[in-house]
Nanobody
Framework: QVRFVESGGGLVQPGGSLRLSCAVSGYTFSIYDMGWYRQTPGKQRELVARISVGGTTNYADSAKGRFTISRDNAKNTLYLQMNSLKPEDTAVYYC??????????WGQGTQVTVSS
């Protein structure tokens, strides 16, 4: 059974930092690109950051310069370091493999709230 288990969210003040983790199980993590997505009520889920099998990273414009995606293939874990957080970063954050979206369900996500 494929599982995506996100953690590390919470309440943080503007300008603060959080590190999200995603533990993946049920398929060969190392051979797929991975991504962090986020969703707010009434909006579509959006891709925030993506990391390839080889470690190449890409970011949404809103995340560039502030977020860093990384992966540990030995631990089957994906990370998202988020710095200089803004209120507009408030969302539920999910991880998934972009190439497997139609095949496997989403995890429960982790709530990030940026507020003073």
């Amino acid at each position: 059974q494929v599982r995506f288990v996100e953690s590390g969210g919470g309440l943080v003040q503007p300008g603060g930092s959080l590190r999200l983790s995603c533990a993946v199980s049920g398929y060969t993590f190392s051979i797929y690109d991975m991504g962090w997505y986020r969703q707010t009520p009434g909006k579509q889920r959006e891709l925030v950051a993506r990391i390839s099998v080889g470690g190449t990273t890409n970011y949404a414009d809103s995340a560039k310069g502030r977020f860093t995606i990384s992966r540990d293939n030995a631990k089957n874990t994906l990370y998202l370091q988020m710095n200089s957080l803004k209120p507009e970063d408030t969302a539920v954050y999910y991880c998934h493999a972009p190439g497997l979206l139609s095949k496997y369900s989403w995890g429960q996500g982790t709530q990030v709230t940026v507020s003073s």
